[in-house]
């Protein structure tokens, strides 16, 4: 079974500076998706970055990037230069290769402040 | 721009009332998924569906059932809705095959609440 693990609940960070989501996983899949969605109060979830387990390069959308540690697991969101439409909460999911089911982390409440 | 519609973006029933929550997607997806989102315990998948005519359960599909019918709509009913169904319920579609791991686009919620 594939689970996902957003250790942080809620996160505040100040405008214009970078702060970094949490994500681990488990699987024993070695094809896989890992994504990063963000739901802004607005409830519309929208596609924050994808990373193909396959590439080593990190993945990287403007100010946001991502530090995927394959062998521990590991998919952290960075984003950089926060702005105060970033606030919003972020789900960490998995996708294996052959599936189209995601497998959804907890999220983390992340507001900007001004 | 293509979309998910999610018919009611809030809906308040009676305890024991046959709820239907309406999905429509205009993208011509195969896959189409009901989750239901509440506080500290993320998105969990109620049911899905590869293709019309075909459902599978998810990880929480007990209270629930499902339909569809049209390749482009896809209803998730509360047989006889009880209060611990007050929630959040969020539809999503994707490709199939080698495209769904581009991911889901997901409709904006309906937020249910049973008294």
């Known amino acids: 079974a594939q689970t996902v693990t957003q250790s942080q609940p809620e996160m505040s960070v100040q405008e214009a500076e970078t702060v970094t989501l949490s994500c681990t996983y488990d699987t024993s899949e070695s094809n896989y998706y890992l994504f990063w969605y963000k739901q802004p109060p607005s409830r519309q979830m929208i596609l924050v970055i994808r990373q193909e387990a396959y590439k080593q390069q990190n993945a990287t959308e403007n100010r946001f990037s991502v530090n995927f540690q394959k062998a521990a697991k590991s998919f952290s969101l960075k984003i950089s230069d926060s702005q105060l439409g970033d606030t919003a909460m972020y789900f960490c999911a998995f996708m294996k290769g052959t599936g189209n089911q995601f497998y959804f982390g907890t999220g983390t409440s992340l507001t900007v402040i001004p | 721009d293509v979309k998910v519609t999610q018919s009611s973006r809030y809906l308040v029933k009676r305890t024991g009332e046959k709820v239907f929550l309406e999905c429509v997607q205009d993208?011509?997806?195969?896959?189409m998924f009901w989750y239901r989102q509440d506080p500290g315990l993320g998105l969990r998948l109620i049911y899905f569906?590869?293709?019309?005519?075909?459902?599978e359960k998810g990880d929480i599909p007990e209270g629930y059932s499902v339909s569809r019918e049209k390749k482009e709509r896809f209803s998730l009913i509360l047989e006889s809705a009880s209060t611990n169904q007050t929630s959040m319920y969020l539809c999503?579609?994707?490709?199939?095959?080698?495209?769904?791991?581009?991911?889901?686009?997901f409709g904006s919620g309906t937020r249910l609440t049973v008294v």
């Open positions: 999503a579609s994707s490709l199939s095959g080698g495209f769904a791991n581009y991911g889901y686009t």
């Open positions: 569906s590869y293709d019309v005519k075909m459902k």
């Open positions: 993208m011509d997806h195969e896959n």
